[in-house]
């Protein structure tokens, strides 16, 4: 229950992700269950970790977040003083046209889940955990296991556990340097 209070906390921090227009298009599902975990592994390919981590969050994108959270995110903009509350209706509408195409909504919800993700993975290891993420899984099982709605896109699962001392990592991985991906213009 503690590493869950802890976990949730992590989770919190993990919100200051940055995100268009702040919709937070991000939700995640917390499969902690010793049960549930073995039929996430499955649904992982049987990658070990899955069952070995202490959690594994599945983030998904909310490719509604510009209609699901839209409100929200505009009252608390008028309660701080962002703006006035005569503004509202036609930011949102501006917001609304954003997220109509669902080609464009997809991908505003990927790109900041992703970032809300990334921040998951950093705060994680400052309070002294380690992470992993995966893409591989069975989306179809993924989608069933979970129930998700159509609009609810899980774009990885980060394991989420303490590290074995007993275990000693690999070199860390070979990374290109900047002319190989990079040019300043
Ligand atoms: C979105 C994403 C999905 C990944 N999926 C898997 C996975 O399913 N299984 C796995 O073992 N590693 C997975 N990885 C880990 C990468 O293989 C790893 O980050 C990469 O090889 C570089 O290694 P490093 O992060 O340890 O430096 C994934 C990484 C990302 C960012």
Redesign the pocket.
């Known amino acids: 229950m503690k590493d869950c209070l802890k976990l949730i906390e992590i989770l919190e921090v993990s919100t200051t992700a940055p995100s268009g227009y702040n919709l937070q298009p991000w939700q995640v599902v917390v499969v902690i269950d010793k049960e549930k975990k073995k039929k996430l592994k499955e649904i ?1 390919y049987n ?1 070990q970790k899955v069952e070995d981590a202490s959690a594994n969050v599945v983030i998904i994108a909310n490719t509604r977040a510009g209609f699901d959270n839209v409100d929200r995110v505009l009252d608390s903009w008028i309660e701080l003083g962002y703006i006035q509350a005569s503004a509202k209706e036609q930011l949102k509408e501006t917001i609304h046209i954003g997220w109509s195409d669902p080609q464009r909504a997809k991908k505003k919800a990927v790109r900041d889940a992703a970032l809300f993700a990334m921040n998951l993975m950093i705060t994680a290891r400052a309070y002294g955990l380690e992470t ?6 069975n989306e179809v099982k993924l989608r069933e296991f979970l129930e998700l709605k159509e609009h609810q896109e899980p774009i ?1 699962i980060i394991a989420i556990g303490y590290k074995d001392p007993n275990k000693t990592l690999l070199p ?2 070979y990374r290109f340097k900047f002319e190989e991906f990079g040019k300043v213009v």
């Open positions: 992982c990658q992993h993420p995966m893409e591989g899984y990885m860390r991985a």
